[in-house]
């Protein structure tokens, strides 16, 4: 396995090497030329500072509707300082720009495709047509454009969009085809939460860069992925007042899991999940994400005095403490007044409808070493024309979903619902999963039991693992509701 630090290991290896065959004469060459090709390095943590994504502008907003134009560009961005990074991106934004919708109001899209690779765009978490849905085979190619329509009838929930073109998915998310979609209801702009620039999307990834400043994808590159990236930053610091703020996190990363915790152990209130607000907020020390899932937490900086700097941190590698342990860094610079607050009650879930049909699934992938391990689904690989399960349109049904791997973790992600989980491991499930949901971690050995409801469209979706680079693989399948 070829990871960051062997690369770089080898790299001073092979200069080394140079001077003790070559003598006395090479130090000065050699010194020169390792500075004319200086690898590239992360800066020093918290040196650079975390931009909020830009707010996508509507072209027009008329009657019910709001459309929207996105063209997907190869661009080059600075995340590493005074380097111009390659990137796929929507409309050259890094990372993806954040899309505001109000649930009821539609939101149309056309995207133009200036790669020179297919595309699809699926809108994760959201209720929509399979014509809609971006589907891994329903691709768009160089020089055309496709329209997506987003009825957004479904209530307000952390979306995000990203490519999902089978077998290249994992490489386009991973080069910046990802960008974040808020959703808002009623209820929600009717709470006193933090708002305007109080609530703030981070986007949370890792990534691998050589050593000029690029992105690096390997398939299936666990070790590798080791800079840890805040809203396209490395490691960056963000500026705070002393007073509440909402952050919608999301960990767009391929396949890292974070466990973040802030350094002086101090509370987060979580308010919501993937699918919107909980029922009711809870404090918590630590916040738990599988790539695709989102946590709405509200940080209360007003116990700190203005000069306080606390560190949010991440318990969980592959990678050390030193490479992937920090995050971001929370710089308390100023007082500020905060009419916000964050009420008991969040809002009120509809009774789960009675399930009439039980299915099990088992995910798994090759964990005896060898070159091109498969992921599978209930023992195969994806296949397009393969309808895996078929669904009566209306039924709500109960799925126990297991991870029938001793050590690489997955995760388990339901195209068109948001379901509800009823038991992780045969207990009652934690506060930060008793709201609506679309993705769900399962660590080796783990088990969940899922309650969803069929009744919205009718057609074929995927469920998948959302390890990007395990879907890649073929860890994915079909349902049908019909
Ligand atoms: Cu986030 Cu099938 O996708
Ligand atoms: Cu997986």
New binding site residues.
Partial sequence: MVTRRSVLGGAIGAAGAGLLTTGGLVPLLSAQSAQATEAVTLPAPFTVRMPVPPVLSPISVLGGQDTYAVTMKEVAREIIPGVQTKLLTYDGHFPGPVLRARSGRKVVIRHRNSLTMPVSV?L?GGNVSPENDGGPMDTFGPGTSRTYAYPNQQPGAALWF?D?AHHMESEHVFRGLSGTYLLSDENERSLPLPAGQYEVPIALRDARFDDAGQLVYVMDDVFGRTAILANGRPTPYFEVAARKYRFRLLNSSNMRFFQLRLSDGGQMIQIGTDGGLLERPFTTDTVGLSP?ERADVVIDFSRYPVGTKIVLENTLGPGTPDQVGKVLRFDVVRTAADPSRVPDVLRTLPAMAKATVQRTIVLSMDEDGREEPRGLMDGQEWDYQRIDQTIAHGTSEIWTVTNANKIIPHNF?M?LVQFRLLERNGAPVGPAEAGPKDTVRLFPGETVKLHATFDSYKGTY?Y?C?LLDHSAMGMMANFRVR
């Fill in positions: 699926h994760h990203h999902h695709a992600h195209h995927v998948h959302h």
